[in-house]
C-alpha cells in the first residue's frame, strides 16, 4: 500500500503563492504517476497537475504558467507550487499516486487552501 500525507494548505490573499507538499510513504516503489486534484463546494473534482514516473507533466489549462509539479525522489515528495493564486483556485487539494502494480490510486487526506479577494 501506499500512504500520501499533504501539508502546505492555508489562506492566502489573491496574487500570493503557497506551496503544497505530498509525503508518500510504504510501497513507493509501485507508483507510476503521482499528482494533484482538488475539489471545490459543489463541484466535481478535478485534476491539477500531474507527473509521470517519466518525468513528464500535465496542467489543467486553469493553472498553466501558475502552478508547478515537482518531485524529490531522495525524500519521496511531490510539490505543488502556486503562484499567482485566485479566489477561484479555492479547494480542497488532494494528492494521488497511480499504482499499477496494486492496480489502483492512492488519495491523501486533502489539504484546504482558501484564496482571498
Known amino acids: 500500500q501506499v500512504q500520501l500525507v499533504e501539508s502546505g494548505g492555508g489562506l492566502v490573499q489573491a496574487g500570493g503563492s503557497l506551496r503544497l507538499s505530498c509525503a508518500a510513504s510504504?510501497?513507493?516503489?509501485?507508483?507510476?504517476?503521482i499528482g494533484w486534484y482538488r475539489q471545490a463546494p459543489g463541484k466535481q473534482r478535478e485534476l491539477v497537475a500531474r507527473?509521470?514516473?517519466?518525468?513528464?507533466?500535465n496542467y489543467a489549462d486553469s493553472v498553466k504558467g501558475r502552478f508547478t509539479i515537482s518531485r524529490d525522489n531522495a525524500k519521496n515528495t511531490v510539490y505543488l507550487q502556486m503562484n499567482s493564486l485566485k479566489p477561484e483556485d479555492t479547494a480542497v487539494y488532494y494528492c494521488?499516486?497511480?499504482?499499477?502494480?496494486?492496480?489502483?490510486?492512492?488519495w491523501g487526506q486533502g489539504t484546504q487552501v482558501t484564496v482571498s479577494s
Open positions: 494521488y499516486a497511480r499504482s499499477s502494480y496494486f492496480t489502483r490510486d492512492f
Open positions: 507527473l509521470s514516473s517519466g518525468g513528464s507533466t
Open positions: 510504504g510501497s513507493t516503489f509501485s507508483v507510476n504517476g
